[in-house]
C-alpha cells in the first residue's frame, strides 16, 4: 500500500503534514476525511484512528496519530534536511520547546477563534455570544505577542536562522484565524516578515495548494440538519 | 589556527597563554552545572525530578514556590518571561516545557532506552501519546490547590476527566503493562505526575479503575520508596496544610495568574 495519510485540509496540523510530506518529496496516498461532512465518523476511518481525529498516518501496519508524532515520524523515515528537526540537542530542544507550548496556547486559540468566529454561525447556524468570541481574540492577541517575543525574538525563524517544523505548525494554525477574518499580521510586521519568509521557504505555490480549502471556508454552506446535531455537540468545548 | 609549523618557544608562549587564560575564564565563571527549577506541587516538575533523580542525573535543585509567588520575582522573570516551571538552564542554554526538557536529559544523559527508545516506531508511539496528553490530560486535569471552585464546574471537569481516562485506558494503555511498550517510558512519569494531583486533593481517580491502578502500581514499584516519598511528599500534605491553614496565602499576582489557568480548565 505505501504510506497513507488520512487528512482533511480544513485542520491546521494537517496543513503541516501535507506541506511537509509534499515539500520534502515524500510520497504518499492522500487520504482526505472531511471532518464538515462527519466522515471521521466512518467505521473504516475507526480502524486507522479510533480517536477519530486528523491528521492519521498508516505505514503498512502500523498506524499513528497526532500531528506532531506523524511529522516527526516522516522526518526521521525520509531523512528531511537537519534544519526541519535538527540532530544538536540544544536546537533540536528549542523545536521540541515550540511544538509542546503551542498545543495549549496557539493552537487552542487559533481553533477557537476560527469556530467561534465563523463555523458556529454560518456552518452550524449556532450564534456565539460576542463577549465569548472577544475574549478568544483577546488571548489570541496574547499569544500572538508571546509568539513574537519569546520565540521569534529578533531570529529569522521561531527556533533560529533555518525553517523548522515549529514554523510550519505555526504559520499553518495562524491561516486559521486569517481565513475566518481576524487580524493576525496586519498590525504586526515583525510576524508578517516572518510569514513572508516562511512562505518563501515552503514555497508560494504549495503554500497556496494547502491553504485553498481553508481560504474558501467561508463560502461553506450550511451542514445537513442530521449532521448539525451531531457537530454541535461534539464541539461545544469549543465555544469556552 | 592554521596547521602551519611554528617554533617551539612559540608553542610554548602559546600553550602557556592558553592555560593561563582557561585558568581565568573558570575562576570567573565557575561551571554551575545542570540547574532545575522546580515546584513540587507541578505535576510536570514532579515528572522531571523523579526522572533527574532515577537516572542519576546531577543537578541543582532550585525550588520555585509558586504559592508565594517566587515564579514573578524578578530573578526568575530572568529565567523564564512565562512565569512558568519546570525550567531547565545548562550554562547558558535555558529550556521550558517539560517534554522537551526530558527528551533534552534524556539524549544528553544518555539514559537507558526504555525511557525514550531510539526505535522509530516506539519513539513515534511516545510522542502521539504526549500530543494526546497535551490536549487531553494536561489541560483538563490542572486541580485548583488554592481557591474554591463552584460545584457545577467541579462536576462538568470530572465529566471531562472521566471521558479522557475512558480513551486513555482504551486507545494508550490497553492490556500493555505501560503506555507505551513493556516499560517505563517519559510518557508514563507525565501522565502519573497528572494522576496524581486529583488523588492529593481528594479525588481518587483510580477508584474503579483496575487496570490503571496496576499501572501505577508498577511504575510505584520501579521507582524506589524514598524516591517516590521525596517527589510527592509536598503534593500529598496538601490536604493536610489546607486543613491546617498552613498554606500561604498567594501574593495578589499570582492569585491573578492562578485564576486564568483555572478558568482554562474546561
Same mark, same amino acid.
Given at each position: 500500500?505505501?504510506?497513507?495519510?488520512?487528512?482533511?485540509?480544513? !485542520?491546521?496540523?494537517?496543513?503541516?503534514?501535507? +506541506?511537509?510530506?509534499?515539500?520534502?518529496? +515524500?510520497?504518499?496516498?492522500?487520504?482526505?476525511?472531511?471532518? &464538515?461532512?462527519?466522515?471521521?465518523?466512518?467505521?473504516?476511518?475507526?480502524?486507522?484512528?479510533?480517536?477519530?481525529?486528523?491528521?492519521?498516518?498508516?505505514?503498512?501496519?502500523? #498506524?499513528?496519530?497526532?500531528?506532531?508524532? +506523524?511529522?516527526?515520524? &516522516?522526518?526521521?523515515?525520509?531523512?528531511?534536511?537537519?534544519?526541519?528537526?535538527?540532530?544538536?540537542?540544544?536546537?533540536?530542544?528549542?523545536?521540541?520547546?515550540?511544538?509542546?507550548?503551542?498545543? #495549549?496556547?496557539?493552537?487552542?486559540?487559533?481553533?477557537?477563534?476560527?469556530?467561534?468566529?465563523?463555523?458556529?454561525?454560518?456552518?452550524?447556524?449556532?450564534?456565539?455570544?460576542?463577549?465569548?468570541?472577544?475574549?478568544?481574540?483577546?488571548?489570541?492577541?496574547?499569544?500572538?505577542?508571546?509568539?513574537?517575543?519569546?520565540?521569534?525574538?529578533?531570529?529569522?525563524?521561531? #527556533?533560529?536562522?533555518?525553517?523548522?517544523?515549529?514554523?510550519?505548525?505555526?504559520? #499553518?494554525?495562524?491561516?486559521?484565524?486569517?481565513?475566518?477574518?481576524?487580524?493576525?499580521?496586519?498590525?504586526?510586521?515583525?510576524?508578517?516578515?516572518?510569514?513572508?519568509?516562511?512562505? !518563501?521557504?515552503?514555497?508560494?505555490?504549495?503554500?497556496?495548494?494547502?491553504?485553498?480549502? +481553508?481560504?474558501?471556508?467561508?463560502?461553506?454552506?450550511?451542514?445537513?440538519?442530521?449532521?448539525?446535531?451531531?457537530?454541535?455537540?461534539?464541539?461545544?468545548?469549543?465555544?469556552? | 589556527?592554521? @596547521?602551519?609549523?611554528?617554533?617551539?618557544?612559540?608553542?610554548?608562549?602559546?600553550?602557556?597563554?592558553?592555560?593561563?587564560?582557561?585558568?581565568?575564564?573558570?575562576?570567573?565563571?565557575?561551571?554551575?552545572?545542570?540547574?532545575?527549577?522546580?515546584?513540587?506541587?507541578?505535576?510536570?516538575?514532579?515528572?522531571?525530578?523523579?526522572?533527574?533523580?532515577?537516572?542519576?542525573?546531577?543537578?541543582?535543585?532550585?525550588?520555585?514556590?509558586?504559592?508565594?509567588?517566587?515564579?514573578?520575582?524578578?530573578?526568575?522573570?530572568?529565567?523564564?518571561?512565562?512565569?512558568?516551571?519546570?525550567?531547565?538552564?545548562?550554562?547558558?542554554?535555558?529550556?521550558?516545557?517539560?517534554?522537551?526538557?526530558?527528551?533534552?536529559?534524556?539524549?544528553?544523559?544518555?539514559?537507558?532506552?526504555?525511557?525514550?527508545?531510539?526505535?522509530?516506531?516506539?519513539?513515534?508511539?511516545?510522542?502521539?501519546?504526549? @500530543?494526546?496528553?497535551?490536549?487531553?490530560?494536561?489541560?483538563?486535569? @490542572?486541580?485548583?490547590?488554592?481557591?474554591?471552585?463552584?460545584?457545577?464546574?467541579?462536576?462538568?471537569?470530572?465529566?471531562?476527566?472521566?471521558?479522557?481516562?475512558?480513551?486513555?485506558?482504551?486507545?494508550?494503555?490497553?492490556?500493555?503493562?505501560?503506555?507505551?511498550?513493556?516499560?517505563?517510558?517519559?510518557?508514563?512519569?507525565?501522565?502519573?505526575?497528572?494522576?496524581?494531583?486529583?488523588?492529593?486533593? @481528594?479525588?481518587?481517580?483510580?477508584?474503579?479503575?483496575?487496570?490503571?491502578?496496576?499501572?501505577?502500581?508498577?511504575?510505584?514499584?520501579?521507582?524506589?520508596?524514598?524516591?517516590?516519598?521525596?517527589?510527592?511528599?509536598?503534593?500529598?500534605?496538601?490536604?493536610?496544610?489546607?486543613?491546617?491553614?498552613?498554606?500561604?496565602?498567594?501574593?495578589?499576582?499570582?492569585?491573578?495568574?492562578?485564576?486564568?489557568?483555572?478558568?482554562?480548565?474546561?
Amino acid at each position: 500500500m505505501g504510506l497513507e495519510l488520512y487528512l482533511d485540509l480544513m !485542520s491546521q496540523p494537517c496543513r503541516a503534514v501535507y +506541506i511537509f510530506a509534499k515539500k520534502n518529496g +515524500i510520497p504518499f496516498q492522500l487520504r482526505t476525511v472531511e471532518l &464538515l461532512k462527519g466522515q471521521h465518523y466512518t467505521d473504516s476511518f475507526g480502524q486507522v484512528n479510533p480517536l477519530r481525529k486528523v491528521p492519521a498516518l498508516k505505514d503498512g501496519d502500523f #498506524t499513528l496519530a497526532e500531528s506532531v508524532a +506523524i511529522l516527526l515520524y &516522516l522526518s526521521r523515515k525520509y531523512k528531511a534536511p537537519d534544519h526541519w528537526y535538527p540532530q544538536d540537542l540544544q536546537a533540536r530542544a528549542r523545536v521540541d520547546e515550540y511544538l509542546s507550548w503551542q498545543h #495549549t496556547t496557539l493552537r487552542s486559540c487559533c481553533t477557537r477563534a476560527m469556530w467561534q468566529k465563523m463555523l458556529f454561525p454560518v456552518f452550524l447556524g449556532q450564534p456565539v455570544p460576542p463577549e465569548t468570541l472577544a475574549a478568544t481574540l483577546a488571548e489570541l492577541d496574547r499569544c500572538l505577542q508571546l509568539l513574537e517575543d519569546k520565540f521569534l525574538r529578533n531570529q529569522a525563524f521561531l #527556533t533560529g536562522s533555518q525553517i523548522s517544523l515549529a514554523d510550519l505548525v505555526a504559520i #499553518t494554525e495562524l491561516m486559521h484565524p486569517v481565513s475566518a477574518g481576524c487580524q493576525v499580521f496586519e498590525c504586526r510586521p515583525k510576524l508578517a516578515a516572518w510569514r513572508q519568509r516562511v512562505e !518563501s521557504a515552503v514555497g508560494e505555490d504549495l503554500f497556496q495548494e494547502a491553504h485553498e480549502v +481553508i481560504l474558501k471556508a467561508k463560502d461553506i454552506p450550511p451542514a445537513d440538519p442530521a449532521l448539525k446535531e451531531k457537530l454541535r455537540q461534539a464541539l461545544q468545548g469549543l465555544l469556552q | 589556527m592554521s @596547521g602551519a609549523t611554528r617554533s617551539l618557544p612559540v608553542l610554548l608562549l602559546q600553550n602557556t597563554v592558553s592555560v593561563f587564560l582557561a585558568v581565568i575564564a573558570v575562576r570567573a565563571n565557575p561551571a554551575m552545572g545542570l540547574e532545575l527549577y522546580l515546584d513540587l506541587l507541578s505535576q510536570p516538575c514532579r515528572a522531571v525530578f523523579i526522572f533527574a533523580k532515577k537516572n542519576g542525573i546531577p543537578f541543582q535543585l532550585r525550588t520555585v514556590h509558586i504559592f508565594k509567588g517566587q515564579n514573578c520575582s524578578k530573578e526568575f522573570l530572568q529565567i523564564n518571561s512565562l512565569q512558568r516551571v519546570p525550567v531547565l538552564k545548562d550554562g547558558d542554554f535555558i529550556l521550558t516545557e517539560s517534554s522537551a526538557i526530558l527528551i533534552y536529559l534524556s539524549c544528553k544523559y544518555q539514559v537507558a532506552d526504555h525511557w525514550y527508545p531510539s526505535d522509530l516506531q516506539t519513539r513515534s508511539q511516545i510522542q502521539e501519546y504526549l @500530543g494526546w496528553h497535551a490536549d487531553n490530560i494536561r489541560s483538563i486535569f @490542572g486541580v485548583p490547590l488554592w481557591i474554591r471552585v463552584p460545584e457545577e464546574k467541579v462536576n462538568r471537569n470530572r465529566t471531562y476527566m472521566d471521558h479522557a481516562l475512558q480513551q486513555l485506558e482504551s486507545k494508550f494503555l490497553g492490556d500493555k503493562p505501560f503506555l507505551v511498550g513493556q516499560q517505563v517510558s517519559l510518557a508514563d512519569l507525565m501522565l502519573l505526575e497528572e494522576l496524581i494531583q486529583p488523588v492529593a486533593v @481528594g479525588y481518587d481517580v483510580f477508584v474503579g479503575r483496575p487496570r490503571l491502578a496496576a499501572w501505577r502500581g508498577r511504575i510505584e514499584a520501579f521507582l524506589d520508596t524514598e524516591l517516590w516519598q521525596e517527589a510527592h511528599g509536598v503534593i500529598f500534605n496538601i490536604l493536610e496544610q489546607m486543613a491546617k491553614k498552613t498554606l500561604p496565602v498567594p501574593p495578589p499576582e499570582t492569585q491573578k495568574y492562578m485564576l486564568l489557568r483555572i478558568s482554562k480548565i474546561p
